[in-house]
């Protein structure tokens, strides 16, 4: 489905949609003396404010290479999210049965709904024996982690859920149920399992949540060792249940690219150890502390750049083992703790996450799994069930980006100016004419140009660029605005359309300040972005 606007004016579906040339039927002298005047103006104006235009004309060089491309094509689910698993001690609230959250979550698909958590490790399904009211505070963050249950009518809820939404569940099961030898009972997975398949439900698997945390959070260990046994029985056991073809992912370590390494020697230990049974390496990482974190932090260049070093240990780590196998994402934020109050779910938050996006996918990282959808300060949708900025990036970025990813770069590509490019979704091509998309962030307070090498050899006759820039008032803002139209929802729910600004290929791009971008290029010969 395509969000633009048919110009019935003509067959030529780039006129009149740029912005509109106001002209003058002023006297030619008076336009002159108007001129004279603008000129000298301007001329002040440099004069006394010489650093300021400077720094609002710093033109950036990126360069495409296409040598090499697709250089990664990663998962069709790629931006996914999750929903905490917290969230179900409390099912009347959780809103997985309304048709509005519904109708949001779903222009988001295809994706992975996750439903894991700290909560996870607490979870039974369907207890008949008496669990403790006593309420269990985590030291860590003063989360509760208190066991509880879900009987079987909420897991067809969430499972209701997943699939009106066009989504596909990933199940964390409770790795914390052992017996006096610290081994994992798998009586619990085996119901929910049975009952999944009973149910004839398509869904994946996790087991256990930041398992190398354990000892903080619960006073108890699980090693990796014994974890990666633990996998192997589950996988026997999926197979055995008719879940053969589920993915089965793992193992969930938090505390990468810290100097000690306590999450990438976690999971190399289990990936030497688990007999093949995880699908995917999976990881969780977070930029800041959420109970401290400010304005600032949200755009300071040395914030964005901790991820690039987390994903480059984790590399290291999983070719220690030897092992070809792509890694996920499966729970990140900005901040972790909940998210940041007033940051987490506001416009500035989306530069860290189309930046996070952006990154991840060039380094061939499969999946991004958002914390999350529902709940906690970092929500994409709020309690009130309108969405959050991030919701708005999250669904311009599926309809803007594929899963191909180009190679673009530039000699300061990890500074403020952060971009990227993949080949164009098919829903997004005007009549088929191939197209690529260059998206990212500007998080310099002033304007800034950008100029693109290597596009001008591969453009068509009548290539035109469209220009969406998402903006705000204020970085703190829940509103955030598409070429300067606040985005919001039509009365009956879709979506408003995406009206770009139009720009010949010659030109240069501006980012306006505090700026996210997507730079669609139609009428290009990229073969790898041919469908």
């Known amino acids: 489905m395509s969000y633009f606007k048919i110009n019935e004016r003509g067959k030529n579906q780039y006129e009149n949609l740029g912005e509109v040339r106001i002209h ?24 006394n404010f010489n650093n300021a235009i400077n720094e609002t004309n710093n033109v ?73 009211n006593a309420t269990t505070i985590s030291p860590v963050d003063g989360a509760d982690i208190s066991n509880f249950t879900i009987i079987d009518v909420d897991f067809e809820n969430l499972y209701s859920f997943a699939t009106k939404s066009e989504l596909r569940m990933i199940f964390d099961l409770n790795v914390l149920i052992r017996d006096e030898t610290n081994k994992w009972s798998d009586i619990n997975a085996r119901n929910i399992i049975s009952f999944a398949k009973e149910k004839r439900m398509k869904l994946d698997w996790q087991l256990g949540n930041e398992p190398n945390s354990f000892y903080h959070v619960f006073n108890r260990k699980v090693n990796a060792t014994q974890l990666a046994n633990d996998y192997y029985q589950l996988r026997l056991l999926l197979n055995q249940q008719g879940y053969d073809a589920s993915i089965l992912v793992g ?30 390496v999976t990881w969780h990482q977070y930029y800041l502390n959420g109970r401290e974190a400010t304005v600032a932090d949200f755009i300071n260049v040395s914030t964005f750049n901790y991820l690039p070093e987390e994903i480059r240990s984790m590399q290291q780590a999983i070719a220690l083992t030897g092992k070809d196998i792509l890694m996920w994402l499966s729970e990140t934020s900005t901040a972790y703790g909940g998210g940041a109050p007033e940051l987490s779910d506001r416009f500035v938050a989306g530069f860290l996450w189309l930046d996070k996006l952006g990154y991840s996918a060039s380094t061939g990282v499969n999946v991004v799994t958002r914390q999350s959808l529902f709940g906690g300060n970092y929500a994409m949708i709020g309690p009130d069930l309108i969405p959050n900025p991030d ?15 180009l190679k673009i770069s530039s000699p300061n590509d ?37 100029i693109i090498h290597g596009i001008l050899p591969i453009l068509r006759k009548g290539a035109k660029i469209f220009f969406y820039a998402l903006t705000s008032d204020h970085l703190q803002s829940r509103v955030i605005k598409m070429n300067g139209k606040t985005l919001k929802l039509q009365p ?22 505090y700026s996210m971008v997507f730079v669609v290029i139609h009428g290009v010969e990229i073969p790898e972005c041919k469908t």
Not at 391 to 405: A, G, N, P
Request: some cysteine.
């Open 251 to 280: 193992p969930e370590v938090n505390h990468v690219g810290e100097p000690q390494r306590i999450g990438e020697n976690y999971a190399e230990t289990f990936l030497k150890n688990d007999k093949d049974s995880v699908n995917y």
């Open 492 to 513: 009956d729910g879709n979506l408003p359309s995406f009206w770009p600004v139009i720009l010949e290929p010659t030109e240069k791009i501006t980012l306006p300040p």
């Open 391 to 405: 919701w708005w990036v999250s669904v311009v970025y599926k309809q803007f980006v594929s899963e191909k990813v």
């Open 24 to 47: 003058t039927s002023l006297c030619p002298v008076l336009s002159l003396f108007i001129l004279g005047f603008c000129i000298i103006f301007l001329i002040l104006s440099a004069w």
């Open 414 to 450: 990890l500074g403020g100016i952060r971009l990227y490019a993949h080949c164009t979704p098919e829903k997004a091509l005007i009549n088929r004419v191939p197209a690529f998309t260059i998206y990212g962030v500007n998080i310099y307070k002033v304007p800034t140009k950008i």
């Open 60 to 132: 950036h060089v990126w360069y495409l290479n296409l040598k090499r491309s697709p250089r990664y094509v990663v998962s069709d689910k790629f931006l996914s999210f999750g929903l905490d698993t917290s969230l179900l001690r409390d099912m009347e609230n959780l809103p997985i049965k309304n048709e509005k959250f519904i109708n949001l979550a779903r222009y988001l698909a295809p994706a992975y709904v996750r439903v894991g958590g700290t909560s996870s490790d607490c979870l039974f399904f369907n207890q008949t024996m008496q669990i403790s």
